[in-house]
């Protein structure tokens, strides 16, 4: 790795606190984790997700005038 990143000032969820953050399932935050929508550390069995990326996702949410979301980072085609 040639880059150091500072985790010092990184305030941790875990997935129980993101679920309940977001109002979803622990398995929506998993599947989400799984698929590189949020990022997360493994410490052992356990992940954890910072606090920041789950505000930078909700921020970038999209939802557009039909009623579907666009998750952050998809392309939109059409």
């Known amino acids: 790795m040639s880059q ?5 000032n990184v305030n941790f969820l875990t997935v ?6 977001m109002r979803v ?12 929508e949020l990022p997360a550390v493994r410490f052992g069995r356990s992940y ?8 930078s996702f909700l921020k970038s949410a999209v939802v557009d005038g039909t009623g579907s979301h666009m998750a952050p980072g998809s392309a939109q085609t059409g």
């Open 16 to 21: 129980q606190e993101v679920a309940e953050l």
């Open 4 to 8: 150091e990143q500072n985790f010092s």
């Open 48 to 55: 954890r997700v910072p606090a920041n990326a789950v505000e």
């Open 25 to 36: 399932s622990k398995m929506t935050v998993y599947r989400m984790v799984h698929a590189g």
